[in-house]
């Protein structure tokens, strides 16, 4: 009898189990996920947690852009497997510096083989918190990260706008009924006060400070995603 | 290495798959063109881990051509129809799904094409009638 099998999912498991693994995710683009992704990363390094930055928007990378590296000319090296690029404490791994910024379309399937790739072929060695930054809305990827990654913390970004909520609610109901009980949905881009404890005011100084982290780090916004992240550390959530 | 990432995979979904099926005695890892692993390398890796976790588990190693048909046109091409560079090649080695940043369907210019195979690595089992 023969059966066929994926090995990377065996190894992507293995890793990630011994990890604390973020998922930033949510159901619109622009709702600021890879924002949040960056400074969620940050705030980690600069608690002294070894962060690693993974970048699985495969169709349309960007955070090297917050990030101010150049993905023409900045390649990871190669150890254990790819060993990610280092920018103020945080690793990073994106599909970036294998397109060159070059439109790259995949399709469902060779969407979740990218992403498997990228998982299964990172060496991890001194990273103790991964955070993934995936593409918006629910489809191949998400999916896939859900199945893929053992107990992940499922970060869900949204804006406070009517259509963000609605998207919303249709993505926390599918995370409820597949079992996801304990996400934690930051209100990014917020204009006026809410009730929410993770509320993220709009600040007119994140496109300024993107490309540069020590700009980032002294915005309002990061402020905000700073005090998260610290409820997140203290709860033993992350 | 990468192909130690590889290796690694292979080792750890094999520790897996014999906890359920303890009967498989014959590994077949298929290696796409695609991904152009080194298989010297991976064989190295390999003979190290093996014994330890699967001892008396045989592997052997087969290439599969990477075939390619555009999703527009339906044109089908292999490899051989397109020019690489080498950094291109080493782009696409660690995410084979590169391709579609330096690879246009040769009929059509497309970039919407799917590979049909010859992409990366699987393994195939050979299990015992009890499995």
Same mark, same amino acid.
């Given at each position: 009898?023969?059966?066929?099998?994926?090995?990377?999912?065996?190894?992507?498991?293995?890793?990630?189990?011994?990890?604390? /693994?973020?998922?930033?995710?949510?159901?619109?683009?622009?709702?600021?996920?890879?924002?949040?992704?960056?400074?969620?990363?940050?705030?980690?390094?600069?608690?002294?947690?070894?962060?690693?930055?993974?970048?699985?928007?495969?169709?349309?990378?960007?955070?090297?852009?917050?990030?101010?590296?150049?993905?023409?000319?900045?390649?990871?090296?190669?150890?254990?497997?790819?060993?990610?690029?280092?920018?103020?404490?945080?690793? !990073?791994?994106?599909?970036?510096?294998?397109?060159?910024?070059?439109?790259?379309?995949?399709?469902?399937?060779?969407?979740?083989?990218?992403?498997?790739?990228?998982?299964?072929? /990172?060496?991890? /060695?001194?990273?103790?918190?991964?955070?993934? *930054?995936?593409?918006?809305?629910?489809?191949?990827?998400?999916?896939?990260?859900?199945?893929?990654?053992?107990?992940?913390?499922?970060?869900?970004?949204?804006?406070?706008?009517?259509?963000?909520?609605?998207?919303?609610?249709?993505?926390?109901?599918?995370?409820?009924?597949?079992?996801?009980?304990?996400?934690?949905?930051?209100?990014?881009?917020?204009?006026?006060?809410?009730?929410?404890?993770?509320?993220?005011?709009? *600040?007119?100084?994140?496109?300024?400070?993107?490309?540069?982290?020590?700009?980032?780090?002294?915005?309002?916004? !990061?402020?905000?995603?700073?005090?998260?992240?610290?409820?997140?550390?203290?709860?033993?959530?992350? | 290495?990468?192909?130690?990432?590889?290796?690694?995979?292979?080792?750890?979904?094999?520790?897996?798959?014999?906890?359920?099926?303890?009967?498989?005695?014959?590994?077949?890892?298929?290696?796409?063109?695609?991904?152009?692993?080194?298989?010297?390398?991976?064989?190295?890796?390999?003979?190290?881990?093996? =014994?330890?976790?699967?001892?008396?588990?045989?592997?052997?190693?087969?290439?599969?051509?990477?075939?390619?048909?555009?999703?527009?046109?339906?044109?089908?091409?292999?490899?051989?129809?397109?020019?690489?560079?080498?950094?291109?090649?080493?782009?696409?080695?660690?995410?084979?799904?590169?391709?579609?940043?330096?690879?246009?369907?040769?009929?059509?210019?497309?970039?919407?094409?799917?590979?049909?195979? =010859?992409?990366?690595?699987?393994?195939?089992?050979?299990?015992?009638?009890?499995?």
């Amino acid at each position: 009898m023969l059966r066929e099998v994926d090995p990377r999912p065996a190894r992507i498991r293995a890793e990630l189990s011994q990890r604390k /693994t973020i998922i930033v995710m949510g159901s619109k683009g622009g709702v600021g996920k890879t924002t949040v992704a960056a400074m969620m990363a940050l705030a980690l390094a600069r608690k002294g947690r070894k962060p690693l930055l993974v970048d699985l928007d495969v169709t349309d990378p960007n955070m090297h852009i917050v990030l101010g590296l150049d993905p023409e000319s900045q390649m990871p090296g190669e150890t254990k497997g790819i060993a990610p690029l280092a920018v103020n404490g945080i690793g !990073f791994l994106s599909i970036a510096p294998y397109t060159k910024g070059e439109p790259a379309p995949l399709r469902g399937d060779e969407a979740v083989n990218a992403v498997r790739e990228l998982l299964a072929a /990172t060496d991890y /060695t001194g990273y103790d918190t991964v955070i993934i *930054d995936s593409p918006p809305g629910l489809g191949d990827v998400t999916m896939e990260l859900l199945e893929l990654i053992p107990n992940p913390v499922i970060i869900v970004v949204t804006t406070p706008s009517k259509l963000s909520a609605d998207s919303l609610r249709r993505h926390l109901r599918l995370l409820e009924e597949m079992g996801y009980n304990e996400y934690i949905v930051i209100y990014n881009m917020a204009r006026k006060p809410l009730d929410s404890p993770h509320a993220i005011p709009y *600040d007119e100084g994140v496109e300024d400070a993107y490309g540069s982290m020590e700009r980032l780090a002294v915005t309002e916004a !990061f402020r905000a995603v700073e005090k998260i992240v610290e409820e997140l550390i203290d709860k033993g959530t992350i | 290495m990468h192909e130690w990432a590889i290796a690694n995979a292979i080792i750890r979904e094999l520790e897996r798959s014999l906890r359920s099926s303890p009967n498989i005695r014959k590994v077949r890892i298929v290696l796409g063109e695609l991904q152009n692993i080194d298989e010297a390398v991976l064989r190295q890796y390999l003979d190290m881990m093996m =014994g330890e976790v699967a001892p008396g588990v045989e592997y052997e190693i087969d290439h599969e051509e990477a075939v390619f048909e555009c999703l527009r046109c339906g044109h089908r091409w292999t490899l051989r129809d397109v020019n690489l560079s080498d950094e291109e090649r080493e782009a696409i080695h660690f995410v084979p799904e590169a391709v579609h940043a330096y690879v246009k369907c040769p009929k059509c210019g497309s970039r919407d094409y799917r590979v049909v195979k =010859g992409r990366g690595v699987r393994l195939v089992y050979e299990v015992g009638e009890n499995a």
